[in-house]
Every structure is written in structure tokens, then in C-alpha cells.
């Protein structure tokens, strides 16, 4: 009676299975038979269950483990920067921080704890865009781990060109992202290869992808993909190329738009386009596009505007900046000419054009138009001298309480330009007053801006932040949390820092 | 002894309560500070009128707040301990007030356990209550007999085996008959049938497993008294814990917190394992502790720290589960390094002997060394002679942090066997100790 052959008689029943067996193999293990056959079945599970636990055999493996990972890794991190990415990746939504952790650790020349890699890799597969990062920072021990789980490929620097030819849509645009960023013109030439061949679905993901490494190189076939009969692929190509100043498109734009944006000696002259050319079109003008208002003319005009690097303006009307927005805003067109600028100084991240923008938006702050405009465009596109700039001179225009409609608000609600020092204490000082001298609990906005400066103030100035917050006041109740949650942000990061420093 | 802010972050129940235990590391907080050597305690301002007393008898260290929390500890326990750690000046040296002079002589004396008057009468009682409780446990044990043969002559293919009321009126009648651990072992075979892939094997050793306990049971008298107790146990009797404590002789030992494992049992009662091995015995000890809900558990442990202590085992041929008497934590240093199985086949064969003591053995702890993860279908652990042994993977992560933390050298794996799986508690890279 072999454990086989037992199970095979319990499965069927003893009542539709007649047990004929021979019990000799589990007699000297003190097997009695009994006249009931059910009783001897039960007697010899008995004694199987208890001998495969105490004669269990472990059998050899069928293949040797892995070789080791033999590359040199930086300096391992203290145990509690481990703690503290353990708490990280252990509480979801704490991406920023994570970051953050990444980037230290890469600055401070630490290699990351190995318990906390898996979780980092699975992380990296579901966000592309950190990819490029966790490539640098959880080398080599990351990459050695990727060539056991396909989902950590994008750690690998072989391309799988196997799984480029045959793998579905989702492998090969992984893939193809994961290329685009490691080798972005050996990547372009493969799409070129295969584009002919490609469905209308993945020529538009693998177009899509291209926007991860754009560079002028790309302008080429960036040029022929405006030929393509399908409109969506056009308007992305035409959208990559504006993105790029050198391209043909940008300089057949600004000699397009030339002859209907004028100045003579009654201003600002605006001519609207009389109807849409074909090269327009191709150029990604689109006909029926109502940004703004109902003339479709002065949509395809603000369209161009938006495609032509502002600094054009300066030269071609000998004006400045603030002559010709101010001219814009009183302007028949306005709207139009303003989302085209708007835009344009968005797209090229044109500075200056950026802080008059802001500026004309203080001037004015109540007009309902800005937000159709896409005002909230220019604080993102802000670099982190000029926000800091710019959020400095809207608190001195805005003096006493703050209330979350002040533009300054707006501008302190971003999220990715690290504060100033300075900005961080004029702010910090600016919201203890306002706590101290107003009783209304609702400020929502204000209270947003503590959960950015949690990230984005400097986590040395923790001490210094720490103290005098007015809790006598009256609204103290209803900041006292958002406050406290700031503080202790801002202290696990300054430990975080300091733990990877040390 | 001086503890660390890394320490006192480990005692943290959850996230939530570290962060708004850190808020309230500040002494404004506190109108009142005050400390001895042995412990510290403090007045927190808090949204009642009354202002909350909290205290930490640092010994092991203990915590006791009287705000509404459930959490244990709770955030001002914890923020008292985190401004200790960081500013002690800012703690008055006095003498303790009486609300915490009166918790502090609690914990340090613990109330002796009410040793009944043992006269005869007494005695005689008990002796009559514990026949009654063995009639029961023969009746019990005999009707489960005779379902287990209804069973196996109906067959474990028939479709009854699938509905609940089939188990769970025969697990009843376990409970009722003084089976508690029988009880649970039968609707955890249910639970094999609905969830696992090879349900009809694990049944059939299910069913032994019963079987062996009834023959036991008839045969009982054959056995002496320490076997008769570890069967009258895995059947399912308790004894009480200051029965325990009073019976038993102690060990005393630097005890190694080497292992961890929180679930829920069969019955949703949150459970946790604490598996210790003594420094200088060698010995392993499971501290098994229950809790309903949200309580908390009465005493916190932290993989690594060592406890000096002594510590009883409840009577059994091969002693695990214990207890642990007045307890010393101590500072983390260095840690130690502690006898460990080279191979896998070391491992079965002193598997093997503690079967021969113990038969009902359900876990069997084990430190080995020299294992490498490694994947061909099955998820295995490789030992220097080769061999794979198959592991327990509670999170798939386990496996790839296993691989991950082996990248350079095999790992040195504290977990338990349970005849089949090896399962994972604890890793040790480069002399640091992780939680699975």
C-alpha cells in the first residue's frame, strides 16, 4: 500500500472501492490490522501523515542557484536610512519623499538597502519616467536582480530586439521607452525601420514615446510623419516639433505669422488669417479648433502665436516685453493674443515673458478670462531663481492677511520649484500673522501651502520653523494639524538627509 | 540603559501614530517632565480639560497613558519617549507621583498567582472536574471516530465536503467536548478543501493527523505524564498561565529575539509568535500571545533585542511555548552569533528526533545557513549540498528580497518547518537582522 494508492481508495469511499491490500510495508512502522477495513485506512493515513513529516526527503535542486553579483557597490547605508525607506515604500502615496530619498542617496554616493530593492523595481516598472534614476541609483545589485523578473527589464541595458519583433503592444512600448531613453537615436532608427509596417495604434504609441529624449535629430523623420494621412499623427508631429526652436516648422510659422501681427503708429495691428492653407494644416494649424471665443480666424492666429518663440516679438516690432502685452490686453484680439503668447511663453519657457506675464495678472487678477487663457501654465513653467523671484515680489505687493485668492497663493500652490531660504520664512512669517490675526478657518489654500513647503523648504530650517506658531489663537485649532504634519515632514526629511550624509 | 531614537521609532504600533507621536516630542507640550532611573513621566496637553498622565517604566521598556487611544502605545507615550531620547534635561530627576509610584510597584511586583489552598477537598474537586473533562474528551474523540470512518467510506470526492454546516457541525462538537485545537484543525481542513490545489492530499494527512490523536488517546494510560500532558495540549487544554509560572522551573538566559509572526487564527483572533533562542542554552522558546480587535498586546518585542530574563516552558516531552518572567531588555550591541543548521538534511534530522519526543509538534524553529534563493518553477532554497528546500512565501515580495538581500553571500534564515515548508521569519545580511 503505497500513499498513492491510499489516496486513490479515500477519494472513491471504501463503501464503492473494496479495499484489497496488502498492509506489509507499514507494518514495522506498528501498523495492526483490524477486521474493519475502514479502520485500517484511517490507521495507514495515520502513519503516512506522521512518516512524510519525519522521513521527509529534501531532494537536490535541478539547477545550481544564480552566480554571485560581483561588481563593487558604493557605500552600503546606515540602518536608519534603511528604516527610512522601509517606511517609504511601505506607505504608499509618499512618491516625493521617495524621490527625494533617491536622489540623496545618488548625491551622497550610498548604495540602496537590498531588502527595500524589489519593492523599488516594482515601483520603477509602474513610473517610466523614474526609470533613468533607479537605473543609476540601484546599480549594480538592481540590475542584477532585473535578469531574474521580466518586469525589471527596463533595468537592463540589452535590448530584447526578439521581443521588439514579436512581443505584443505593451512589451515593445516598454521597450521602445526604455530605448528611446538609453540610446534615443538607435531607437529612432529602429521606429523608421518598422513604421511603414506599423498599425495606426502603434504608430501613435511609438510617436508618443518619442517625446522621452527630443532632440533635433529627430526632425527629419518628425517632418515626414506630417505627410502621414492620419490627422492625430500629424498634430503630434507637429506638436514635437514646435517643441523644438531649430526645426523648419518653427521658422515657416514665424514667416507665417509675420505679415498679421503688426505695429505702426497706432499700435498693435492685428490681421486675421483669410482662410487655412494646406501648409498650414500640415503644420498642425487645426481648422476647427476653438481654443478661445467663436472666430475660428483668430484661433488658427493664436494657434501660430503659440508655436513662435516670443522673443521673436521683441525683434520684429522693436517693442518689449510689457509694451506688447500691455498693447495685447487692450486689444480687440486680446484673448486670442494672449493664449498664443501664453502659450508660446509656456512652450519655450521663456523667462521673461513669463514674470510679465504674472505681473499683467496681478495688475488685474479678477478677470475671469485668465484661467481660459491657461494662466496656470506660466507657475510651472517657472524656474526655480524666477519662482522664488516672482513669489517674493507677490508677497510684498500683497501685504496683511493672506487669503487664498491672492495670486500669490496660486503661484506658492506649485509643486516642483524647490523654495528659497529667504521665501520660506517670508511665508512661514506671512501665515503665523494671518493665523494670529484671523479667526476664519477655511483657508484651504493656505493651509496647501504648508503640505508644499513640507517638501519644497529647505528641512534645515526645521528648527527655526518650529517655533513661534501663534497657538493661542483662535483659529489655532484648525491649523494646529496641518502645522504639525509640515514639522514632521519637514524633520524626517532633514533626518533622512543627515542619515545619508553621515 | 540609554535608548535611541531608532529604538523608540520601532515601537510605533503604526505610521500614523509615529508621525503624531514626533509631533508631540516637544516640550512646550508638556507642562510637566519628570524622571527617575527607572522611569519617566510627564502631563500632555490635550483636547480635554484635564491634561493626560503618561508614563514609561524604562526597564523594559513599558508604556501607560490614560487618553481614549486604542493604540498601544499610544502617540503620547511615544512623543514623551522620543523627547526623553532627544532632550533629557529637559526631564526633572524626582520622586514619582502616585498615580505612576502605584503602576510602577504593579509591574514590578506582579501579583502572585492565588495558589489555591491545596486540601484535599480542593483537590479531590479538581481531580473530579478533570475525570468530567476527560469522559467528555473520550465521547468526543469517539464520535469523531466514527465520522472519520462515515468519511473515508463515503469518499472525499463526495460533494458534501464543500459546504460549511459538513465541518463546522463536527468542529462544534470538538469545542464542546474539550477539543478546542481538534475544533480548529478541522475547519482549517475545510479551509484546505475550498483553497488549496492539492486539498485531497492535505485532507488525508488531516485525517491522520486526527486518527493518531484518538489512538493516542485510547492508549493514554501506555504513555507517562509528561507525554500525556503534550497530547492532553495539542489536543487542545490550557493551562493557566500563573500555573505555569508557579510549577515550573525557570531558565534564565539572554534571549534572542529572533523571529516574528502576526496572523489570525481559525477562530479571527489576531495572534503573534515571539521565537526567542537563549545565548548561553541554545534552546528556542515560542512566547505566544493573543488579542481581540484593536487591543493591543500586553508587552512589545522587537526582532534582535535580547531580553535577559528568566523564562518557563509549559510542561511538554519537547518544550517550546513559554513564558517569560521579570524582563531585563537590553541595549543592542553587537549581535551574537548563535548555532545554526549547515545543511538542510542537519535541519530533518533533528526535526526527526524532536518528532520522536513530541509527535504532535506543529512548528519546529530552526536557524540554518548557507541558503540561496533560487527559482526553477518552484521558489526553493538551496543548501551547500545542493539541496532545494521548499519554502513558504507569505508575499510574493518575500522571495525577490530573499534574492535580493543573498546577491553577494548565502544567508544565514531563522524560520519555522512544518514538516513540509520551511517559512521565513528572519534574514541576516551583513550582521543586521530583517522581519519577514
Redesign the interface.
Same mark, same amino acid.
Given at each position: 500500500m503505497t500513499w498513492k494508492e491510499?489516496?486513490k481508495i479515500?477519494?472513491?469511499?471504501?463503501?464503492?472501492?473494496p479495499v484489497k491490500s496488502d498492509w506489509e510495508a507499514l507494518s514495522e512502522w506498528g501498523f495492526q490490522k483490524q477486521v474493519?477495513p475502514?479502520?485500517n485506512?484511517?490507521?495507514a493515513?495515520?502513519?503516512?501523515?506522521?512518516l512524510?513529516?519525519?522521513?521527509?526527503d529534501?531532494?537536490?535542486?535541478?539547477?545550481?542557484?544564480?552566480p554571485?553579483?560581483e561588481q563593487e557597490e558604493a557605500r552600503?547605508c546606515q540602518?536608519?536610512s534603511?528604516?527610512h525607506l522601509m517606511?517609504i515604500v511601505?506607505?504608499p502615496g509618499n512618491e516625493k519623499l521617495l524621490l527625494e530619498f533617491l536622489e540623496e542617496a545618488r548625491a551622497a554616493g550610498r548604495s540602496l538597502p537590498?531588502?527595500g530593492?524589489?519593492?523599488l523595481l516594482?515601483w520603477g516598472a509602474q513610473h517610466p519616467e523614474n526609470q533613468a534614476l533607479l537605473r543609476e541609483v540601484a546599480a549594480p545589485?538592481g540590475v542584477?536582480?532585473a535578469q531574474?523578473?521580466s518586469s525589471w527589464a527596463y533595468m537592463l541595458s540589452e535590448i530584447d530586439e526578439e521581443r521588439w519583433e514579436l512581443g505584443d503592444l505593451k512589451q515593445r512600448r516598454r521597450l521602445f521607452q526604455r530605448w528611446r531613453q538609453q540610446q534615443p537615436q538607435k531607437a529612432l532608427q529602429a521606429l523608421e525601420a518598422i513604421w511603414e509596417q506599423e498599425s495606426l495604434k502603434a504608430k501613435t504609441v511609438f510617436l508618443q514615446s518619442l517625446i522621452g529624449g527630443l532632440s533635433d535629430s529627430d526632425i527629419p523623420f518628425l517632418e515626414k510623419v506630417l505627410d502621414e494621412s492620419r490627422k492625430e499623427l500629424r498634430i503630434m508631429a507637429a506638436d514635437f516639433l514646435a517643441l523644438l526652436p531649430n526645426s523648419p516648422l518653427v521658422e515657416r510659422m514665424t514667416s507665417r505669422c509675420k505679415r498679421f501681427v503688426t505695429w505702426n503708429k497706432k499700435g498693435l495691428q492685428i490681421e486675421l488669417p483669410e482662410k487655412l492653407d494646406e501648409a498650414s494644416k500640415r503644420d498642425g494649424i487645426q481648422g476647427n479648433h476653438r481654443a478661445l471665443g467663436s472666430s475660428l480666424a483668430a484661433n488658427w492666429l493664436g494657434q501660430m502665436l503659440a508655436v513662435v518663440p516670443p522673443s521673436f516679438w521683441e525683434e520684429h516690432l522693436n517693442k518689449n516685453i510689457s509694451q506688447l502685452l500691455k498693447a495685447a490686453w487692450q486689444h480687440e484680439w486680446s484673448d486670442y493674443l494672449l493664449w498664443g503668447w501664453i502659450e508660446a511663453a509656456v512652450r519655450y519657457r521663456a523667462q521673461s515673458w513669463l514674470l510679465e506675464l504674472f505681473t499683467l495678472y496681478t495688475e488685474y487678477p479678477q478677470e475671469e478670462k485668465w484661467s481660459s487663457l491657461g494662466i496656470g501654465a506660466i507657475f510651472k513653467a517657472l524656474d526655480e531663481k524666477h519662482f522664488n523671484l516672482l513669489a517674493l515680489q507677490a508677497l510684498e505687493n500683497h501685504p496683511g492677511i493672506l487669503r487664498d485668492d491672492a495670486p500669490v497663493v496660486e503661484l506658492l500652490l506649485q509643486e516642483k520649484q524647490a523654495w528659497s531660504d529667504r521665501l520660506t520664512l517670508q511665508v512661514m512669517r506671512r501665515l503665523k500673522e494671518t493665523i494670529r490675526s484671523d479667526s476664519y478657518v477655511y483657508h484651504w489654500g493656505l493651509k496647501s501651502i504648508l503640505s508644499r513647503a513640507a517638501h519644497l523648504a529647505n528641512p534645515e530650517l526645521h528648527e527655526q520653523l518650529?517655533r513661534a506658531w501663534p497657538e493661542d489663537s483662535r483659529s489655532w485649532h484648525s491649523w494646529q494639524n496641518d502645522v504639525?504634519?509640515f514639522?514632521?515632514t519637514l524633520?524626517f526629511r532633514k533626518d533622512m538627509r543627515t542619515a545619508l550624509w553621515e | 540603559m540609554k535608548w535611541s531614537a /531608532?529604538q523608540v521609532?520601532s515601537f510605533a504600533p503604526d505610521?500614523g501614530t509615529e508621525?503624531?507621536g514626533?509631533?508631540l516630542a516637544?516640550e512646550k507640550k508638556w507642562p510637566q517632565l519628570a524622571c527617575n532611573e527607572q522611569a519617566v513621566w510627564g502631563q500632555c496637553k490635550g483636547s480635554g480639560s484635564q491634561p493626560y498622565l503618561t508614563g514609561i517604566d524604562l526597564r523594559e521598556p513599558a508604556f501607560k497613558c490614560n487618553c481614549p487611544s486604542r493604540k498601544f502605545p499610544c502617540k503620547h507615550a511615544l512623543g514623551l519617549f522620543h523627547l526623553f531620547v532627544q532632550n533629557p534635561q529637559a526631564f526633572q530627576h524626582e520622586q514619582p507621583p502616585a498615580w505612576m509610584e502605584q503602576w510602577l510597584s504593579k509591574r514590578q511586583a506582579p501579583p502572585a498567582p492565588k495558589i489555591k489552598a491545596k486540601d484535599a477537598k480542593a483537590e479531590k474537586a479538581k481531580q473530579k472536574r478533570w475525570e468530567e473533562r476527560l469522559a467528555l474528551m473520550e465521547d468526543g474523540l469517539q464520535e469523531l471516530?466514527r465520522w &472519520?470512518?462515515d468519511l473515508?467510506?463515503?469518499? &472525499?470526492?463526495?460533494p458534501a465536503l464543500g459546504r460549511a454546516d459538513f465541518w463546522e457541525g463536527i468542529a462544534a462538537r470538538m469545542v464542546d467536548a474539550k477539543l478546542p485545537r481538534l475544533g480548529s484543525h478541522l475547519r482549517e481542513m475545510r479551509n484546505a478543501v475550498l483553497y488549496r490545489d492539492n486539498w485531497?492530499?492535505e485532507l488525508? /494527512?488531516?485525517?491522520?493527523?486526527c486518527?493518531?490523536h484518538i489512538?493516542a488517546f485510547q492508549q493514554r494510560e501506555q504513555l507517562d505524564a509528561v507525554a500525556q500532558e503534550a497530547l492532553y495540549s495539542s489536543l487542545g487544554r490550557n493551562l493557566r498561565k500563573a500555573d505555569v509560572l508557579h510549577e515550573q522551573e525557570s531558565l534564565s538566559d539572554h534571549w534572542w529575539v529572533v523571529g516574528m509572526e502576526h496572523g489570525l487564527d481559525v477562530e479571527d483572533r489576531r495572534f503573534r509568535k515571539t521565537w526567542l533562542l537563549g545565548e548561553q542554552s541554545e534552546k528556542y522558546a515560542l512566547i505566544l500571545d493573543f488579542a481581540f480587535g484593536q487591543e493591543p498586546y500586553a508587552e512589545q518585542y522587537r526582532l534582535g533585542e535580547c531580553i535577559a530574563a528568566p523564562l518557563v516552558y509549559y510542561p511538554s516531552s519537547f518544550p517550546q511555548r513559554a513564558l517569560l518572567k521579570q524582563q531585563q531588555r537590553q541595549a543592542i550591541t553587537e549581535l551574537p552569533q548563535l548555532p545554526a543548521y549547515p545543511t538542510?538534511?542537519a535541519m530533518?534530522n533533528a526535526?526527526?528526533q524532536a518528532?520522536?519526543q513530541q509527535?504532535w509538534l506543529e512548528e519546529w524553529p530552526a536557524l540554518m545557513e548557507n541558503l540561496?534563493?533560487?527559482? $526553477?518553477g518552484q521558489k526553493?532554497l538551496?543548501?551547500e /549540498?545542493?539541496?532545494?528546500?521548499p519554502f513558504q512565501m507569505m508575499y510574493v $515580495?518575500t522571495y525577490?528580497?530573499l534574492?535580493?538581500?543573498a546577491?553577494?553571500?548565502p544567508l544565514r534564515l531563522f524560520g519555522t518547518w512544518n514538516?513540509?515548508k520551511f517559512r521565513v521569519l528572519m534574514?541576516e /545580511?551583513?550582521g543586521?537582522w530583517?522581519p519577514f
Open positions: 491510499l489516496l479515500c477519494i472513491l469511499g471504501t463503501s464503492n472501492h474493519q475502514n479502520q485506512v484511517l490507521q493515513a495515520a502513519s503516512y501523515a506522521f512524510q513529516k519525519a522521513a521527509k529534501i531532494p537536490m535542486a535541478k539547477q545550481p542557484p544564480a554571485f553579483l552600503p540602518r536608519s534603511q528604516l517606511a511601505n506607505n537590498a531588502a530593492l524589489p519593492k516594482d545589485r542584477w536582480l531574474f523578473n518650529s504639525n504634519d514639522l514632521t524633520q | /531608532e521609532l505610521a508621525k503624531r514626533k509631533a516637544r471516530e &472519520l470512518e473515508i467510506s463515503q469518499g &472525499l470526492g463526495q485531497q492530499e488525508l /494527512e488531516g485525517i491522520g493527523y486518527y493518531l489512538k538542510s538534511t530533518l526535526y526527526g518528532l520522536a509527535p540561496r534563493p533560487s527559482s $526553477n526553493v538551496i543548501d /549540498e545542493g539541496r532545494a528546500l $515580495n525577490w528580497q534574492l535580493s538581500l546577491a553577494r553571500q514538516g513540509k534574514a /545580511e551583513a543586521q530583517w
